[in-house]
């Protein structure tokens, strides 16, 4: 196909007024990130047993990203696609230029996944951010988030549903919910995201907190359920300021003053990771995961975090 890599009009371009399906945002973002660093990563699912994609590795992972922004399905996209000419742009395609179908959407985002080339995009983006100064890393905001399943909830006394085995049930206070558990560090003062990790619903969140620690950053802010002497330690040991929640426990069942002061004083820092769980559900429609199975979810967990990012960029570097 004609992939267009300058910024020379097709035929039919050069007729319509440059005005019309221009997106600010979307030509902003264009400009913001290192298109050649991300293409020489998408180089590698060229080789393997899929062979050559049918389309640029790098309009469908731009595609992939217009999917997060707008909640679409892959015939939902397929269609913006081709009616939304802001979305050609940024795609880098022109009028006369056929685009995706869904089934195509559907098998790149699946060789992100089999490959682990959504992991090596989300560092790349994340080496990007981080070279322009805008990771602060004073410190590390961690929690996790319920988001329900694709599949129906199984019925009373089933632990799991057949068309997702890896979903599973967990409490949240009185309610129960069924799907997976979403767990994030975000940078305290950038509010980017530093780390993303999946799991079913029912691990707990101290489970995942050892993969969400970066491991540069000077404090750890967290709530209490991510509470144990270990992790206090590892983190003393390592200079980290630990920012994490005091718990009452069986032998302290009442926190001392000293502790209660330190959770009021935390909580109000810790509590902004609970902007980023907004912006997912309101804004990104993740209250429901998109597909069956963990590994695509996760898949589409990075895709939703750098889409996140990139959105964030526009607030950083107005």
């Known amino acids: 196909m004609a992939h267009r890599v300058d910024n020379q009009l097709g035929l039919a371009e050069a007729l319509v007024h440059p005005g019309i399906g221009q997106n600010q945002q979307l030509e902003r973002i264009a400009q913001a990130v290192d298109w050649a660093g991300i293409e020489r990563i998408l180089a590698r699912l060229r080789s393997g047993e899929r062979g050559a994609p049918p389309y640029p590795g790098l309009l469908m992972f731009k595609a992939l ?17 081709w009616d939304r000419l802001s979305f050609r742009r940024f795609l880098g395609l022109r009028l006369e230029d056929p685009t995706p179908d869904h089934s195509t959407l559907w098998r790149f985002r699946e060789a992100l996944k089999d490959s682990g080339v ?46 997702d085995p890896d979903a599973a049930w967990a409490r949240k206070g009185p309610q129960a919910r069924f799907g997976y558990k979403a767990h994030v560090a975000v940078d305290e003062r950038s509010q980017l995201i530093r780390r993303a990790l999946l799991t079913a619903a029912n691990v707990n969140e101290t489970q995942a907190a050892e993969q969400l620690i970066c491991g540069d950053e000077a404090g750890v802010y967290a709530d209490a359920a991510y509470d144990t002497h270990a992790r206090r330690g590892r983190l003393r040991e390592r200079g980290v300021f630990d920012g994490i929640m005091h718990r009452p426990n069986k032998h302290h069942p009442r926190l001392g003053a000293r502790q209660r002061a330190h959770n009021r004083a935390v909580g109000r820092i810790r509590s902004r990771v609970e902007t980023v769980f907004g912006i997912w559900k309101r804004h990104y429609g993740y209250v429901r995961v998109r597909y069956f199975g963990l590994a695509r979810n996760f898949t589409q967990l990075r895709l939703l975090a750098m889409a996140t990012n990139l959105k964030r960029l526009l607030v950083l570097c107005p």
């Open 65 to 81: 990203l217009l999917q997060q922004w707008y909640q679409l399905s892959d015939p939902g996209l397929e269609q913006a696609l």
């Open 118 to 163: 959504d992991q090596a995009l989300f560092d790349e983006l994340q080496r990007q951010l981080d070279s322009r100064g805008l990771l602060i890393k004073h410190g590390s905001l961690i929690d996790a988030t319920l988001v329900q399943a694709q599949a129906s909830a199984p019925p009373p006394g089933r632990a799991q549903a057949s068309s």
